[in-house]
Nanobody
């Protein structure tokens, strides 16, 4: 059974940092690229960052480039999102997802990130 469990969110002030984690199970983690998405209130879910199977390549949504870093540890079946210089507009629920037509329907519960002064 595929499971994705996000954690690490919280309430921070602008300019601060958070590190999100997504623990995956139920599939061969190292065979798939992984992504982080976010959904702000009243908005569509959007892709934030993607990392290839062994971490050799990453891609970012324009508004987070230079501030967010996606990484993974295949030994721990975990993908991370380091978020620095957080802005008010980064407030959202953050989700990880598997880059696969077979598994893309699986979502975790998400982790809330709130940036507020």
């Amino acid at each position: 059974q595929v499971q994705l469990v996000e954690s690490g969110g919280g309430l921070v002030q602008p300019g601060e940092s958070l590190r999100l984690s997504c623990a995956a199970s139920g599939f061969t983690f190292s065979r798939y690229a992984m992504s982080w998405y976010r959904q702000a209130p009243g908005k569509e879910r959007e892709l934030v960052a993607t990392i290839t199977e062994f971490g050799g390549s990453t891609n970012y949504e324009d508004s987070v480039k230079g501030r967010f870093t996606i990484s993974r540890d295949n030994a721990k079946n975990t993908v991370y999102l380091q978020m620095n210089s957080l802005k008010l507009e980064d407030t959202a629920v953050y989700y990880c997802n598997i880059n696969s037509l077979r598994f893309r329907r699986y979502w975790g519960q998400g982790t809330q990130v709130t940036v507020s002064s």
